[in-house]
């Protein structure tokens, strides 16, 4: 008696493609390919039924991108052990995240705090009436008296003969 066979534990790729899949157009999972004129199926972006049943309709050629563990087995989307790793991935980031974002905003309240003690208060603008405080100004009039020890300026005028 046979046992049943997964599809994906027959693939194997005849001659490796050098086209770069982030040069091609389109989505996670299936891109097209300018230079074989075809489309690329990510069987690593499917979930294993979907990689499966892709396999079994197709006619013809088929272009596929796939990982494969050390095993032998082709990494599907909803691969338990892969879909573990991905989560732990994007916990650890969502993680990193976090703790950036808070320590952003303690980083913040810390300098306003600093700030705040280490600084006087001062307000940005200031308005209203003019005080005068101090010793009143004085207003005084006339000509002005040289000091006694001064002589005066020769003046031009004077010395002249009419």
């Known amino acids: 008696m046979m046992r049943f ?4 534990d027959n693939v194997k790729v005849a001659s490796p493609c050098p086209a770069d899949w982030d ?12 230079q074989c004129e075809l ?18 309709k197709a006619e013809g050629r088929l272009c596929v991108r796939y990982y494969r563990r050390k095993d032998g087995s082709i990494i599907t989307r909803d691969c338990p052990v892969g879909l573990a790793a991905l989560k732990r991935r994007l916990s650890k980031i969502k993680t990193a995240i976090a703790s950036a974002t808070l320590g952003f905003f303690a980083a913040l309240g810390f300098s306003a705090a600093a700030r705040a003690l280490l600084m006087p208060s001062y307000p940005d603008h200031t308005m209203g009436t ?15 008296v040289r000091p006694l020890n001064q002589q005066p300026p020769i003046s031009r005028n004077r010395n002249r003969t009419r």
């Open 23 to 34: 040069a091609m157009v389109g989505n996670d999972r299936v891109r097209f390919c300018s």
């Open 130 to 144: 003019v005080a005068f405080q101090g010793e009143p100004v004085i207003e005084v009039k006339g000509d002005m």
């Open 39 to 56: 489309n690329v199926y990510n069987l690593s972006g499917m979930a294993k039924h979907e990689a499966e049943s892709l396999i079994a």
């Open 5 to 8: 066979s997964s599809r994906l």
